[in-house]
């Protein structure tokens, strides 16, 4: 079955600090792939996609990405981490098949930087 | 419109009510989607229109639910004799059918609680 997962249900980090959200996915083909963030009492936000090209793609905020297709991980990271990055992530992948727009998500890892 | 609407972004009902929530995507996003967030919880997918392709409606929990999408437009998601296990945010999301593009853009969301 095609999933994607978020092994750490939580990530602990102090301030300035780096961080790592990691994830693995289990696709079959090539999909495109994202990071969505969750503030607390808001919405879900794009953060940053791949599609193709530059395994290490930069988004929102100064979150990064690192495709690895060996391993079939797209781990989030940032070099120094804020307590306003406090929140809760998920990863999601657009299934690769034609015709097709689905997306599966991560189950979500919360984010926690501590002052 | 400038983003996804969702209403209301409240709802509370008594167990055994039918509610109907509805979804108004960006103009031109061919894809739309539900999901639901249980507190805490991640995402989980429930169904997803295309165009005028066949809906995919995988991930609906029971019969109780259904959800209708008019054209490219307006889309609402109902549900019928209400469960105390049904309170969660509804999230809808649409999204272009090309590679550029957040992928999913959410709405806010409606806040369901069954009484």
């Known amino acids: 079955a095609q999933s994607v997962a978020q092994p750490e249900d939580q990530v602990n980090v102090a301030e300035g600090n780096p961080l790592t959200v990691k994830c693995t996915y289990s696709v079959s083909g090539n999909p495109y792939l994202f990071w969505y963030v969750q503030y607390p009492n808001r919405g879900l936000q794009f953060l940053l996609k791949?599609?193709?090209?530059?395994?290490l793609v930069k988004g929102s905020y100064g979150f990064e990405a690192e495709f690895n297709k060996s391993q079939t991980s797209f781990h989030l990271k940032k070099p120094s981490a804020l307590v306003s990055d406090s929140a809760l992530y998920f990863c999601?992948?657009?299934?690769?098949?034609?015709?097709?727009?689905?997306?599966?998500f991560g189950t979500g890892t919360r984010l926690k930087v501590l002052a | 419109g400038a983003g996804v609407s969702q209403s209301p972004s409240n709802k509370v009902t008594e167990k055994g009510k039918d509610v109907e929530l509805r979804c108004d995507p960006i103009s031109g996003h061919t894809a739309l989607y539900w999901y639901r967030q249980r507190l805490g919880q991640g995402l989980e997918f429930l169904i997803y229109?295309?165009?005028?392709?066949?809906?995919?409606k995988s991930g609906l929990p029971s019969d109780r639910f259904s959800a209708e999408r008019t054209g490219e437009s307006v889309s609402t998601l109902t549900i019928q004799r209400t469960q105390q296990e049904d309170s969660a945010v509804y999230l809808c999301?649409?999204?272009?059918?090309?590679?550029?593009?957040?992928?999913?853009?959410f709405g806010s969301g409606t806040r369901l609680t069954v009484v």
């Open positions: 999301a649409s999204s272009e059918l090309t590679g550029g593009g957040p992928g999913n853009t």
């Open positions: 791949y599609i193709t090209g530059d395994n």
């Open positions: 229109f295309q165009g005028n392709s066949a809906p995919d």
């Open positions: 999601a992948v657009r299934l690769p098949l034609s015709g097709t727009y689905k997306y599966i």
